[in-house]
């Protein structure tokens, strides 16, 4: 069992920046790939951006450019810069671990992007 805590959430102006975090549980965090997905009101849930065990990356079109993800696995942590970020952006962030064939999941983060 993977426990995923999110933090970092929160109310940013348009245009600004916000960056997340998410800690992991588990003494092979380095073999995870980890995730961000999201859910606005209304919509489904999408993935945002992934990192693999290798740190290999890949980002929806929509945040290619603004977003970024990165790892320390020293510190069994998954972050994601959210840059040049606009009302749109706004939504539930949810991070994933995918590990042994299962997908866990943190309980959201509410990133609100508003004047």
């Known amino acids: 069992q993977v426990q995923l805590v999110e933090s970092g959430g929160g109310l940013v102006q348009p245009g600004g920046s916000l960056k997340l975090s998410c800690a992991a549980s588990g003494s092979v965090f380095r073999l995870y790939t980890m995730g961000w997905y999201r859910q606005a009101p209304g919509k489904q849930r999408e993935l945002v951006a992934a990192?693999?065990?290798?740190?290999?990356?890949n980002y929806a079109d929509s945040v290619k450019g603004r977003f970024t993800i990165s790892r320390d696995n020293a510190k069994n942590t998954v972050y994601l810069q959210m840059n040049s970020l606009k009302p749109e952006d706004t939504a539930v962030y949810y991070c994933?671990?995918?590990?042994?064939?299962?997908?866990?999941w943190g309980k959201g983060s509410l990133v609100t992007v508003s004047s």
């Open positions: 990192i693999s065990s290798g740190g290999s990356t």
């Open positions: 994933t671990a995918d590990y042994s064939a299962k997908l866990y």
